[in-house]
């Protein structure tokens, strides 16, 4: 499968990242992508990105060479509730990655995680739920797979949680059984690489591999399509 989009990076700007935007798009450039998403962390993840850089994406250019750069945010959610704290600012956005991470809101009992999801999900600004095979957070995948599918949001297959030093836990094995519900209810995946430097964008072979293990269906997976992106996103992206 070619992989033609990475719609999960980093940068610089949220200071646990190493390279610069204009890295990023250089090495999107270079190895052939057609589509960049740019999505940092929201400013509701301490000691990341302060509020005003997402009121001011409208001086990045749609297209850098012959990459379509595509303006995101890996969003927070920050309670059981499915509050995200960045929702002033999710209208401006092209996409949203919604994820649970320790720093933002504690790990709590299955029911509570899965709350938070199912909650964050009744927000018609989410597109995308970020690494929710780490089981930091235990959830009900069955319920939050089932959902995915009937508001059109992709669940993330993050290749970062697959590598060895990891820091996620039960990825390998919680992302079979997410696998086995997207099948059954036909919900799109999404391989992202969650680069936090520029050289590891565009890698999703470890996701590959758990796809392929699974046997999983390629109908049902975005990253080869255009017209699966524009769906996901209702927007016209090239």
């Not at 990076?9 to 250089?26: G, R, V």
């Not at 509701?44 to 005003?52: A, I, L």
């Not at 890996?74 to 059981?80: D, L, M, R």
Request: charged share 25%; net charge negative; aromatic share 10%.
């Amino acid at each position: 499968m070619k992989q033609i989009m990475d719609l999960h990076t980093h940068t610089s700007f949220c200071n646990h990242a190493y390279s610069s935007l204009k890295e990023n798009m250089d090495y999107s450039h270079e190895i052939g992508l057609k589509v960049l998403g740019w999505s940092e962390h929201g400013y509701g993840m301490p000691g990341t990105t302060v509020r005003p850089m997402f009121f001011n994406f409208r001086v990045i250019q749609d297209y850098y060479k012959d990459v379509r750069i595509l303006k995101g945010m890996e969003a927070n959610i920050f309670n059981y509730q499915g509050d995200i704290f960045e929702e002033e600012v999710l209208g401006k956005m092209d996409y949203v990655i919604a994820s649970l991470h320790k720093n933002t809101i504690k790990p709590g009992t299955i029911e509570e995680n899965t709350n938070a999801v199912m909650k964050a999900m009744d927000n018609p600004r989410v597109n995308i739920l970020g690494h929710i095979h780490d089981g930091t957070f235990p959830l009900d995948y069955k319920t939050i797979v089932q959902k995915a599918a009937d508001k059109n949001i992709a669940i993330e297959v993050n290749n970062s949680s697959f590598i060895e030093k990891t820091f996620r836990k039960d990825s390998k094995k919680n992302i079979q059984e997410i696998l086995n519900w997207a099948k059954t209810y036909k919900t799109k995946i999404i391989m992202n690489s969650d680069a936090h430097i520029h050289y590891e964008i565009g890698n999703v072979d470890l996701s590959i591999e758990q796809a392929a293990k699974n046997d999983f269906p390629e109908e049902l997976i975005i990253n080869n399509s255009i017209g699966k992106l524009e769906k996901l996103l209702e927007m016209k992206v090239l």
